[in-house]
């Protein structure tokens, strides 16, 4: 248990739907972070946040929409996904947004059709 | 050149050895250094971070941080089967610098 909770842990969908990844955090923290995790790269920092305000979006397409309605909860609302999308999703906090550790949650593993 | 460039490995040691895992980075004014262990189809674990010059230990773990030469290490003492995973190096610039940059990993192989 890492204390950063994210929902679904799997999802399937088809390159026109919508949905919505979950990430909720009991640590207390101030910042978030979504991550993209593809097969042999590194980690990719999507989306900063802190306290709810976004710092940092890292050239993500306009197709991934984060929102953060408090300092507990991140989404991330996908539409018109492409197959190169398909990846590990991971939800991070950290107590603040510079030096501190980031603690991970167990990742949405999404697979477009 | 990477900004956090790490051996892909695998790296293949026999259980109860030392492994060593490498990590260099490029931004000079980087001041936090993470490492983390990632089992396959999980996610990433936080072992050691590291601020300051020299040796930090914890347990079997142990962090090596040289600026000067823009390098950070891990070892592993008295290596486990159940230490096989990919291990990420991760680097901040520190205040002000939220960007987490984190290496490819470097997978290890304890055999038993």
């Known amino acids: 248990e890492t204390g950063v909770t994210q929902t679904p842990r799997h999802l399937v969908m088809g390159m026109t739907n919508k949905k919505s990844l979950k990430c909720e955090q009991h640590l207390g923290h101030n910042a978030m972070y979504w991550y993209k995790q593809s097969a042999k790269k590194p980690l990719e920092l999507m989306f900063v946040y802190s306290l709810e305000e976004r710092v940092e979006n890292n050239s993500v397409p306009s197709r991934f929409s984060p929102e953060c309605p408090n300092s507990s909860h991140l989404f991330l609302h996908l539409h018109t996904l492409q197959p190169e999308d398909s990846a590990l999703y991971l939800c991070?906090?950290?107590?603040?947004?510079?030096?501190?550790?980031?603690?991970f949650g167990d990742g949405t593993r999404l697979s477009i059709l | 050149q990477k900004e956090v460039e790490q051996n892909s490995g695998p790296l293949s040691v026999p259980e109860g050895a030392i492994a060593s895992l490498n990590c260099t980075y490029s931004d000079r004014g980087s001041q936090s250094f993470f490492w983390y262990r990632q089992y396959s189809g999980k996610s990433p674990e936080l072992i050691m971070f590291i601020y300051s010059n020299g040796d930090k230990e914890d347990g079997r773990f142990t962090a090596q941080l040289n600026k000067a030469s823009q390098y950070v290490s891990l070892l592993i003492r008295d290596s486990q089967p159940s230490d096989s995973a990919t291990y990420l190096c991760?680097?901040?610039?520190?205040?002000?610098?939220?960007?987490?940059?984190f290496g490819a990993g470097t997978r290890l192989f304890v055999k038993a």
């Open positions: 991760a680097v901040n610039r520190g205040t002000g610098g939220f960007k987490t940059i």
């Open positions: 991070a906090s950290s107590q603040d947004f510079s030096n501190q550790p980031q603690h």
